[in-house]
C-alpha cells in the first residue's frame, strides 16, 4: 500500500509519499516526536483508492475511488526547512478518520488524474489532498476532534 500526498506549495502541486508505518488509525493517540520541536497538524481529506491505474484521465477519474475520511496530517516544521524527509514521513504522521462512501468531486478527480501520471494507483493506496494553507500548531493532550476522527495529541 502507497500513501501520496498531494498539495499546493508556492502555487505548484507538490507530491509525498508516506510508508504504511504513517498511518494512524481514527482514535488511536497521535505521540509527538521527541526529535521536533514544532510539530504542526494540517486538515486533509483522504480517498481510497478502488482499483489499478496508471495515467487516468479526469474524466473518468471517479471510477477510481470509492471512499473518502477526513484526515489530519502532521508536519515537523523544523525539520522543513531543510527539505528532510524526516519532516512528513514520521511513525503516525497521517491520522485517518471514518470512511465513508465517495461521490464523485471535480477536485479529487483532478488530484487523482495528476497522482497517476507519476505513480501507478493501486487498489487500498490512499491519497491526501492537504486542506489548509497554513498547518497549526499542536502541543501535548491536545484532542483533535471533527466528524468521524478523533485524535489525541500525546
Same mark, same amino acid.
Given at each position: 500500500? !502507497?500513501?501520496?500526498?498531494?498539495?499546493?506549495?508556492?502555487?505548484? #502541486?507538490?507530491?509525498?509519499?508516506?510508508?504504511?508505518?504513517?498511518?494512524?488509525?481514527?482514535?488511536?493517540? =497521535?505521540?509527538?516526536?521527541?526529535?521536533?520541536?514544532?510539530?504542526? /497538524?494540517?486538515?486533509? %481529506?483522504?480517498?481510497?483508492?478502488?482499483? %489499478?491505474?496508471?495515467?487516468?484521465?479526469?474524466?473518468? /477519474?471517479?471510477?477510481?475511488?470509492?471512499?473518502?475520511? #477526513?484526515?489530519?496530517?502532521?508536519? +515537523?516544521?523544523? $525539520?522543513? +526547512?531543510?527539505?528532510?524527509?524526516?519532516?512528513?514521513?514520521?511513525?503516525?504522521? %497521517?491520522?485517518?478518520?471514518?470512511?465513508?462512501?465517495?461521490? #464523485?468531486?471535480?477536485?479529487?478527480?483532478?488530484?487523482?488524474? /495528476?497522482?497517476?501520471?507519476?505513480?501507478?494507483?493501486? =487498489?487500498?493506496?490512499?491519497?491526501?489532498?492537504?486542506?489548509?494553507?497554513? #498547518?497549526?500548531?499542536?502541543?501535548?493532550?491536545?484532542?483533535?476532534?471533527?466528524?468521524?476522527? $478523533?485524535? !489525541?495529541?500525546?
Amino acid at each position: 500500500m !502507497k500513501i501520496v500526498g498531494y498539495s499546493y506549495f508556492q502555487g505548484q #502541486p507538490h507530491f509525498t509519499m508516506k510508508c504504511d508505518a504513517c498511518l494512524l488509525n481514527n482514535r488511536k493517540p =497521535m505521540f509527538r516526536p521527541d526529535w521536533s520541536t514544532d510539530v504542526r /497538524a494540517n486538515d486533509c %481529506l483522504v480517498v481510497r483508492i478502488s482499483r %489499478l491505474g496508471k495515467c487516468i484521465e479526469e474524466r473518468f /477519474a471517479s471510477r477510481y475511488y470509492d471512499a473518502i475520511a #477526513p484526515g489530519i496530517d502532521f508536519i +515537523a516544521m523544523d $525539520y522543513i +526547512a531543510m527539505d528532510y524527509p524526516r519532516a512528513t514521513a514520521f511513525d503516525y504522521s %497521517l491520522c485517518v478518520g471514518e470512511f465513508v462512501p465517495a461521490q #464523485p468531486k471535480e477536485e479529487i478527480d483532478r488530484v487523482i488524474a /495528476a497522482i497517476s501520471e507519476v505513480v501507478t494507483l493501486r =487498489m487500498g493506496d490512499l491519497v491526501y489532498i492537504d486542506r489548509a494553507s497554513e #498547518p497549526r500548531m499542536v502541543e501535548r493532550d491536545e484532542v483533535i476532534q471533527q466528524e468521524g476522527l $478523533y485524535c !489525541k495529541i500525546k
